[in-house]
């Protein structure tokens, strides 16, 4: 068994909150792009 | 970090001790409605997977019925238009991706090693939308307007027809997008970031695998169909012509942006069967899979070439020829990848020595009948010929094919494989062989026979027709009807397993089963894998993957 530390534990949850975020906003920058490219061409 | 070295029947000892600090929420809600834990949510979605299963089977029992001899029996067609629109989305955006986000939920955990998925919060969320989405989209029917009817491709100018209930059906998928786009991160975060200490990414299983490039497919198309289907809302209530060709709209426009979203689609319900008919071979063939590595490459090039070939839905529709040939080699070369997964899992099972227990069972005939889907896709990729069988039943037999032998196979396959594994109970062997024999019958008889319906002219969609097709359709409708009863067995056996089964299951479960959720007792501990387990040899199955 492999025991993490505190420190380790809170820094993959801060990783993982990071990996989160940036896919969010991933998803939120395709929606938005792609209704604004819809009423631009429009 | 300290590291104590420990093997395999340590690791269930430790486990086993994780159990009497188990720590589950007492009370039907805080266990339920508030949980936070991976299992409890895997169960949720694999729960209500199934009873929306049985409601788009319900609906396929309708259409089938129908259809049972010419003529206009039991139902009004635009009743009929509904039955089909309803069922595909229930079952597509209902029963087969949630379904694979429990077992995502159940069994990535678990496979890398992690105490649980990386958002847990969030995860309650993701699950939760999820009935009030269909709870929105099945009120449709009870409305005025009645529910949706253009199909589930929600084509303009035929979905802008339909009457107030359109706006509940778009925010429906609204929320189905949003819970599917919040599961995919919860999934991505988990495996870049929660994976146990030496577990490297060509050391994972390759259902985790499937699922990684499954989640990265799910939020690259997600927002697409938000995006169209709130283009369709605005040009329905507020006098946009975004698709209304009326006002200088595109509605082709409509159908480049739908099939961009609709066939790396197929492959999100799809490509996590690959990786449950990957984990389940080797073990029943005991041998390790065939080509690993060729596997994941496989994987990725599939859902590479799922974003580059989405005109071949709609050649019908008129395109330069140049873009016809374009889209016809491209989706030709998806059988390049799918067959060298057919090769390895062939590969994998030669010269084993397999046993035939109902998972193994369920994953060959995945193996068998999705080749016959993929094999007729290939003939409708051609387009010359996809000019003759466009619009017809060789569609809805060749798509047919891919998601219920395929797909629905495939998570029958894994939910009697794990099923033991999560219960800690054996289910009825016999039970569930008579489920697979009766199954992969019937599904023959109700699908085959729809590829010479197509061939012959019938199209799809259509609640009456010629008589000339009357008996291929009787004899499809009695394998719908023999298949939909059949489907009762499977609930019986899981209920069987879950709350009368008196045969403990061993913590590895199956003799070939290698991987680190076989290292656990059956069931696992409520809170799993609180120390990260060591990966090598022993307790992972690619662990020569290593570089």
């Known amino acids: ?42 | 970090m300290s590291i104590e070295l420990t093997h395999g029947h340590e690791h269930e000892s430790h486990a086993a001790h994780d159990d009497h600090h188990d720590h589950k929420p007492t009370g039907f809600l805080n266990r339920w409605l508030f949980t936070t834990n991976h299992k409890d949510i895997g169960t949720l979605y694999l729960v209500f997977a199934l009873l929306m299963f049985f409601t788009g089977g319900a609906m396929a029992m309708v259409i089938r019925a129908e259809l049972f001899m010419p003529g206009l029996q039991l139902v009004e067609p635009d009743f009929f238009n509904q039955m089909t629109t309803m069922h595909a989305l229930i079952m597509v955006f209902g029963a087969v991706m949630p379904a694979w986000v429990g077992f995502a939920n159940w069994q990535i955990p678990l496979m890398i090693g992690a105490p649980d998925m990386a958002l847990p919060r969030m995860n309650n969320w993701s699950f939760w939308i999820l009935p009030f989405a269909f709870t929105m989209l099945l009120s449709t029917l009870f409305m005025d307007s009645g529910g949706p009817a253009a199909g589930w491709t929600l084509y303009p100018p035929l979905s802008l027809q339909g009457g107030q209930s359109f706006a509940f059906v778009v925010f429906a998928v609204h929320m189905m997008g949003i819970s599917s786009i919040m599961g995919s991160i919860n999934v991505i975060a988990t495996i870049m970031n929660m994976r146990a200490p030496g577990m490297t990414l060509l050391k994972m299983p390759l259902f985790v695998w499937t699922w990684l490039i499954t989640a990265f497919l799910l939020i690259a198309v997600m927002p697409v169909l938000a995006g169209a289907v709130t283009m369709l809302l605005t040009d329905h209530f507020f006098g946009t012509s975004f698709f209304n060709a009326a006002g200088g709209g595109d509605p082709v426009m409509f159908q480049h942006i739908f099939w961009f979203f609709g066939h790396p689609e197929v492959y999100i319900m799809i490509l996590p069967a690959f990786g449950v008919v990957s984990e389940i071979i080797p073990t029943f063939a005991r041998k390790p899979l065939f080509g690993y590595t060729a596997m994941v490459y496989a994987t990725a090039s599939i859902a590479f070439l799922s974003f580059i070939v989405w005109a071949h839905h709609m050649f019908t529709v008129g395109m330069p020829l140049t873009g016809e040939l374009y889209f016809m080699y491209a989706t030709m070369l998806i059988a390049v990848p799918t067959g060298v997964k057919v090769f390895n899992w062939v590969s994998t099972m030669w010269q084993g020595s397999m046993t035939f227990e109902t998972p193994m069972l369920f994953a060959i005939g995945f193996v068998v009948l999705f080749t016959i889907g993929g094999l007729s896709g290939l003939m409708l990729a051609i387009t010359a010929a996809d000019l003759q069988y466009h619009d017809t039943y060789f569609v809805v037999a060749h798509f047919h094919y891919v998601l219920v032998p395929g797909s629905v196979f495939a998570l029958m396959a894994g939910a009697y494989y794990w099923l033991p594994k999560w219960t800690g109970h054996m289910y009825s062997e016999k039970w569930g062989k008579i489920h697979f024999w009766i199954s992969a019958i019937s599904v023959n008889i109700l699908f085959f026979p729809q590829h010479y319906l197509g061939l012959a002219g019938m199209p799809r969609r259509i609640p009456d027709y010629s008589t000339q097709f009357a008996d291929f359709n009787m004899i499809s409708s009695i394998g719908g009807f023999i298949f939909g009863a059949s489907q009762l067995i499977f609930v019986g056996v899981i209920v069987h397993c879950v709350y009368k089964s008196r045969q403990a299951a061993s913590g590895r479960v199956w003799e070939g089963a290698k991987g680190l959720e076989w290292i656990l007792p059956s069931p696992p501990p409520y809170h799993s894998f609180n120390t990260p387990p060591v990966i090598d040899a022993t307790t992972v199955a690619h662990a020569e993957q290593a570089h």
């Open chain 1, 1 to 42: 068994m492999q025991q993490l530390n505190r420190d380790e534990i809170a820094a993959r949850r801060s990783r993982a909150l990071k990996t989160a975020w940036l896919l969010a906003a991933v998803a939120i920058l395709i929606f938005v792009a792609f209704i604004l490219s819809g009423v631009l061409n429009s």
